[in-house]
């Protein structure tokens, strides 16, 4: 008996991995190419100039950290049509979508405020007249990318929803494609676009933000299967204020203060760094972005695991969670290992693709390093907020995030740099172990966290959507 009900819990394991694969594989090309979007963006207005350069990367410094945040409060979404699915209840997804392109056209005006006042502060941050206009002028145009970004937001958590994720690919990949001659016609002036040099980027990124939406929109309307909660969702409502959008709000909101939290952690300690010279932030950007990269497979997983376990949650299915969790955790430390063996081995090859400066690689190398170091530590928390917002357990996310980022990572992290308190100052690197201690803080937390919440989920001690 003992064996038969291993090899059942085996069997529902490899089923529960294919669907996770299945989900996961397009979300992660998906991020991919919205990667290589920024790349591009990055790419042409280097060509355009070195002050077109600092002005984009001076706007994304920006618009980068308000659009991720206020976006992810709407990342709950595919997590809430899961469970509505899990437990039979299909017919009120469309009434959970409607509220939700409501609540983001109320986002729509927060996220244009903040991004007003952040373009207002480039007089404050450089002494160049041209380059904060010119940054300024970049986030005037991506402003008004703003409503599709929302919209594809509440469409694509449809799609996730209902395990659907092929169709987010298609259509990063349709704006990886169009990126290119677009950029280059807003930056350099072509095909009747005026040219606007590094701030075209902002044009181009709104041009095919819009254009993504409304595919990705059309293709909701177009499914067969999808067409009645679409047509639900486009219904104008009788009231604008509904339980469905304070739960959303419920839960999304701490899943947007941790995304803040985590990214101005990262680019506040490049901020530290930054008196020690250019080599050594030149250096730190190098790590960061190798980071970002392998990130990308962790957080796909992550969404992937989310939309599964909602629906198992909903259905009941207690067996199929534990086998889903255990697979997902062997395959991704599997794949995590390869990760960290690839970038120890090829570090000295990773850098010399960014540059030529001997000390630059040779401090970017260490860094990489001490980068493969932490991958389980991310890789764990990536995951386990993942099935904490399949549990519908966000706000301990929120608090892991300020605790371990800002109360504990932010200042290890500059009396790791800059200091001789603790340790002899180890510059950029100590910036890395700050990263490594206070990652692997947050999902020890987290995990702690799972390992109750799973249970009370069972139990029937969380409330429905």
């Not at 291993?6 to 991919?32: C, D, K, V």
């Not at 007089?123 to 703003?146: C, D, H, Q, R, S």
């Not at 062997?330 to 990773?350: E, H, L, N, P």
């Not at 399949?390 to 929120?398: E, L, R, V």
């Amino acid at each position: 008996m003992p064996d038969k009900r291993h090899t059942h819990h085996l069997r529902l394991g490899r089923e529960e991995l294919a669907r996770i694969l299945s989900l996961m594989i397009p979300l992660y090309l998906a991020n991919l190419m919205s990667m290589g979007m920024g790349v591009i963006d990055t790419v042409v207005a280097g060509r355009a100039g070195t002050q077109d350069l600092a002005a984009v990367a001076l706007g994304c410094s920006v618009t980068a950290p308000i659009m991720v945040s206020v976006g992810a409060i709407l990342s709950i979404l595919g997590p809430m049509v899961s469970r509505l699915l899990g437990e039979g209840r299909e017919s009120r997804v469309g009434l959970l979508m409607n509220r939700a392109l409501i609540l983001s056209v109320l986002l729509m005006f927060v996220e244009l405020g903040l991004l007003y006042g952040g373009s207002c502060i480039f007089p404050l941050i450089t002494n160049l007249p041209k380059l904060a206009a010119g940054a300024a002028e970049y986030v005037y145009y991506l402003m008004y990318a703003v409503p599709a970004s929302l919209v594809m937001r509440v469409v694509q958590g449809c799609w996730e929803g209902y395990s659907r994720t092929r169709p987010a690919m298609v259509v990063c990949l349709l704006g990886l494609v169009l990126n290119v001659p677009l950029n280059y016609a807003c930056v350099f002036g072509q095909w009747g676009f005026p040219a606007l040099g590094g701030p075209g980027c902002g044009l181009a990124t709104t041009i095919v933000h819009w254009l993504m939406c409304i595919v990705l929109l059309g293709l909701l309307m177009l499914s067969r299967q999808h067409r009645r909660p679409a047509q639900q969702m486009l219904a104008l409502p009788r009231r604008c204020t509904h339980p469905l959008m304070r739960r959303i709000l419920q839960l999304g909101l701490p899943l947007s203060v941790a995304s803040l939290c985590e990214m101005s952690y990262f680019c506040v300690v490049t901020l530290v760094i930054a008196p020690l010279g250019e080599q050594m932030v030149s250096a730190q950007q190098i790590a960061i972005n190798i980071s970002g990269v392998v990130f990308m497979f962790p957080l796909s997983l992550s969404v992937a695991v989310s939309i599964r376990s909602s629906f198992l949650i909903g259905a009941r299915r207690r067996h199929a969670f534990r086998a889903m969790v255990r697979s997902v955790l062997k395959f991704m430390y599997a794949t995590v290992a390869i990760f960290m063996i690839g970038m120890i081995s090829f570090a000295r090859a990773i850098t010399s693709l960014y540059t030529t400066d001997p000390l630059v690689a040779s401090t970017a190398s260490g860094l990489i390093i001490l980068c493969a170091l932490y991958q389980f530590s991310d890789a764990t928390q990536a995951l386990m907020a993942g099935l904490l917002r399949g549990c519908h357990d966000t706000s301990i996310i929120t608090w892991a995030n300020i605790f371990c980022y800002w109360l504990l990572g932010f200042p290890l992290s500059v009396l790791l740099i800059r200091t001789d308190w603790l340790l002899p100052a180890m510059g950029p690197a100590g910036a890395w172990w700050s990263f490594i201690i206070s990652l692997s803080v947050v999902a020890f937390i987290l995990y702690l966290r799972f390992c109750s919440t799973s249970r009370a989920v069972f139990a029937g001690r969380h409330g429905r959507v």
